[in-house]
C-alpha cells in the first residue's frame, strides 16, 4: 500500500522573526545578529519521534522529552536545528571564535576589501590584571589611574596603526599586503551558521567563567537574546543541565562521602593520594583541581573539610 504524506508548513517562530536582522551590539562595535534560521524546540522532539505528527503531543511531553535528550547527550535531534548569525567581532576574538570547527563560515575579506576601520578601545577602567591562579585568565582590575595612561597610549597606537595602513593603499600597495601591521583589536565580520547541537557546545565552552571575557559576552548575547527566543525550552534545559548544573569526580565524591561520614582521616588519605596536600599537611597552593574542589564545595555551602 502507497504510503500517505501530510503537507507540512515551514516551522516559523515569532519570537524570532520579530528580531531576524535586528543587531544586539556587543563590546564597543560588536554586533550578532540572526539572518536565518531552521527548526525550533518542535523540530527537536521530531525529529527524536521520527514522526511527522506535529501536535499531537502535548507541550509538557515534549519538554520532557527534550530534556530527556539534553540530559543523556542525545544530541542529533538537536542537529535539525540550524542558526546563521552575522557578527562583528575583534580579529582576537574571531581567532578563539573560528577554533570552532563545526561551523560554515565566511568572513569578510581584507584581501578583497579595505579593512573596517575600527578597533576595540578599552577605558581606563577595563584594564585587567593577570589571575595568579589560573595563567590564562585574568582577575581583577588594573587601578585607573594607571589604565589612564595605557587607554591613551592605545589611543594613539590605533591611531598610528590606522594611518599607517592608509598610507600604505595610498601608496598602491595591495590590500592584502598593507594590512599586516593591523592590531588585533581590529574589527572583521563573518556569516557563521551552525547547527544547535555544535551551538551548544560552543555556548557551554564560551559562557563559562574561565573563557575570555571578551568571547564571553558574545556567547551570552547568542545565549539570551538568540536561544532565548528561537527555543525556548532548550534555553531552559540548557541552564538547568549545563549552566547551573555541576559534575563532581570520581575523588570528589569520595572526600564528600566521608567528610559526611565524618572520616577526618580517610579525607586526609585521600587529599594525600591526589597531591591535594603536602608531605607537611599543609594544602597544596598550586592545585588547580583542589581549588576547583573548593569552589563546588563553596556553592553547596559546605565547609572546606582542611
Ligand atoms: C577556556 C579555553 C581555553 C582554550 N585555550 C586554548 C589554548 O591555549 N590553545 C589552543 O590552541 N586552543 C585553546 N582553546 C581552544 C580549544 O582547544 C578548542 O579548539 C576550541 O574550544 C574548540 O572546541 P572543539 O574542538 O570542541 O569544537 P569544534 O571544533 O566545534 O568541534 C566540536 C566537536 O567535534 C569533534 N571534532 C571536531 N573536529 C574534529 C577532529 N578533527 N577530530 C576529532 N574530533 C573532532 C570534537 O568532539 C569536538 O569537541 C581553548 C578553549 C577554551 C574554551
Same mark, same amino acid.
Given at each position: 500500500m502507497e504510503q500517505k504524506f501530510e503537507k507540512l508548513e515551514k516551522t516559523r517562530v515569532a519570537e524570532l522573526d520579530e528580531v531576524l536582522g535586528q543587531p544586539f551590539h556587543v563590546l564597543k562595535d560588536g554586533f550578532v545578529r540572526v539572518v536565518d534560521y531552521m527548526g525550533s524546540d518542535s523540530s527537536i522532539v521530531q525529529a527524536a519521534r521520527v !514522526?511527522?505528527?506535529?501536535?499531537? @503531543? @502535548?507541550l509538557r511531553e515534549d519538554e520532557a522529552l527534550l530534556r530527556y535528550l539534553l540530559r543523556h547527550r542525545?544530541? !542529533?535531534?538537536?542537529?535539525m536545528c540550524e542558526l546563521k548569525l552575522h557578527i562583528r567581532v575583534p580579529m582576537d576574538v574571531w581567532r578563539q571564535w573560528i577554533r570552532h570547527r563545526t561551523a560554515n563560515v565566511n568572513e569578510y575579506s581584507t584581501r578583497y576589501s579595505i579593512a573596517i576601520d575600527s578597533a576595540e578601545h578599552t577605558n581606563p577602567g577595563e584594564w585587567r590584571t593577570q589571575s595568579l591562579t589560573n595563567r590564562q585568565g585574568s582577575a581583577g582590575s588594573i587601578d585607573p589611574s594607571i589604565g589612564e595612561g595605557l587607554t591613551a597610549q592605545e589611543t594613539e597606537f590605533h591611531r598610528l596603526s590606522r594611518e599607517l595602513y592608509d598610507k600604505r593603499i595610498e601608496a598602491g600597495v595591495a590590500r592584502e599586503q598593507a594590512r599586516k601591521d593591523l592590531p588585533l583589536s581590529t574589527y572583521t565580520e563573518a556569516y557563521w551558521k551552525i547547527d544547535l547541537h555544535n551551538l551548544l557546545h560552543f555556548l557551554e565552552l564560551r559562557m563559562e567563567? %574561565?573563557?575570555q571575557y571578551e568571547i564571553r559576552q558574545y556567547a551570552n548575547t547568542i545565549f539570551n537574546e538568540i536561544i532565548k527566543r528561537w527555543v525556548p525550552l532548550t534555553y531552559k534545559a540548557f541552564i538547568d543541565y549545563m549552566i547551573e548544573a555541576m559534575t563532581f569526580s570520581g575523588l570528589e565524591i569520595k572526600v564528600i562521602t566521608e567528610m559526611i561520614l565524618g572520616n577526618s582521616a580517610k579525607v586526609k588519605e585521600l587529599y594525600k593520594e591526589f597531591g591535594w596536600i603536602k608531605g607537611d599537611g599543609? @594544602? %597544596?597552593? %598550586?592545585s588547580r583541581e583542589l581549588f576547583e574542589f573548593e569552589e563546588k564545595l563553596e556553592k553547596l555551602s559546605l565547609p572546606f573539610p582542611l
Open positions: !514522526s511527522y505528527g506535529a501536535g499531537t @503531543k @502535548k542525545h544530541t !542529533s535531534p538537536f542537529e567563567i %574561565n573563557a599543609a @594544602k %597544596n597552593a %598550586n
